[in-house]
């Protein structure tokens, strides 16, 4: 079993930065393939970050070159660092994973930027 828990949302101001944290339990083998998504009101989850085994990175076109997904093996954790943060980046923010063919989700981290 595994379990993701998101925390560091919170309310920021245009320009401003957060750093997000999705911390995961259970008996996995290792956090080396993970995911952040994110969900605005009355729109469809979408993806914002990826970090695969390896450490190879990919973005969403509209964050690239603001926001970076990293990982803490020792901490079991990734982090999703967002600079210069935008009014459109409001969202719930999800941490994903995948072992054994399922995907396992956090329950959310609100993240509110105000113009």
């Known amino acids: 079993q595994v379990q993701l828990v998101e925390s560091g949302g919170g309310l920021v101001q245009a320009g401003g930065s957060l750093r997000l944290s999705c911390e995961a339990s259970?008996?996995?083998?290792?956090?080396?393939?993970m995911a952040w998504y994110r969900q605005a009101p009355g729109k469809q989850r979408e993806l914002v970050a990826h970090i695969i085994k390896g450490g190879t990175t990919n973005y969403a076109d509209s964050v690239k070159g603001r926001f970076t997904i990293s990982r803490d093996n020792t901490k079991s954790t990734v982090y999703l660092q967002m600079n210069s943060l935008k009014p459109e980046d409001t969202a719930v923010y999800y941490c994903?994973?995948?072992?054994?063919?399922?995907?396992?989700w956090g329950k959310g981290t609100l993240v509110t930027v105000s113009s």
């Open positions: 259970g008996s996995i083998p290792s956090i080396g393939a």
């Open positions: 994903n994973g995948n072992w054994w063919g399922l995907d396992y």
